[in-house]
């Protein structure tokens, strides 16, 4: 399978068409998509669509932009599924995820982040190979270190400690675009608004 996550698009549309076409040419099977579709949690048109165009399948999870309200018009308007709290399984891949963020209007406290991950990881828990989507990254870091306003998650960590997912996909810190890094034997990482391509 091979995957495009991307992040923090804010309502971006013409980034959004870029990446739907590089998707395309990429021969690309899923987009998956870390939060922060909107900004302050506008109208998020265009930014689904282009996807769609090029016949991808979506996941997303809200960011500390998106309102859970807005995340619901989405998958009433369109074909895609928002995994915040839920998993998907893809032959022996599973994906499961947590959105919003520690900080900002549309936070959640650690306990919710870590409760939240452990219960979407429950039915995709025995499969091969498991990835993580969460918006906000880790605690202890490099990624914590790159901004003086967005601290890592300690819910995320402790749920990557726990849980060892393959891979941890984030975004939320523009600055560590594309940053990869482990903790423990789970490669994290930030996936930026350039996107990412993983082939598992």
Do not use: W
């Not at 932009?65 to 893809?90: E, M, R």
């Not at 993580?132 to 819910?155: A, L, Q, R």
């Amino acid at each position: 399978m091979k995957i495009l996550s991307v992040g923090d698009l804010h309502g971006d549309r013409s980034l959004a068409e870029r990446l739907a076409k590089r998707a395309k040419k990429e021969h690309v099977d899923l987009v998956v998509i870390c939060g922060d579709f909107t900004y302050f949690d506008e109208e998020p048109k265009g930014i689904i669509g282009p996807f769609l165009e090029q016949h991808q399948k979506v996941l997303f999870i809200p960011g500390n932009h998106d309102s859970f309200a807005t995340s619901d018009v989405l998958t009433k308007t369109y074909p895609v599924k928002n995994i915040h709290g839920y998993s998907v399984k893809y032959d022996d891949i599973g994906i499961f995820g947590c959105g919003k963020a520690n900080i900002g209007t549309e936070r959640l406290d650690e306990d919710e982040i870590e409760d939240t991950l452990r219960e979407a990881h429950k039915r995709i828990g025995y499969l091969k190979k498991r990835i993580m989507v969460t918006h906000v990254h880790p605690s202890g870091t490099v990624m914590e270190k790159m901004t003086k306003f967005f601290p890592g998650s300690t819910g995320v960590r402790k749920a990557i400690e726990e849980l060892k997912p393959d891979i941890a996909f984030c975004s939320h810190v523009h600055e560590a675009e594309g940053l990869e890094e482990q903790v423990g034997k789970t490669r994290v990482i930030n996936v930026g608004r350039k996107g990412f391509i993983l082939d598992i």
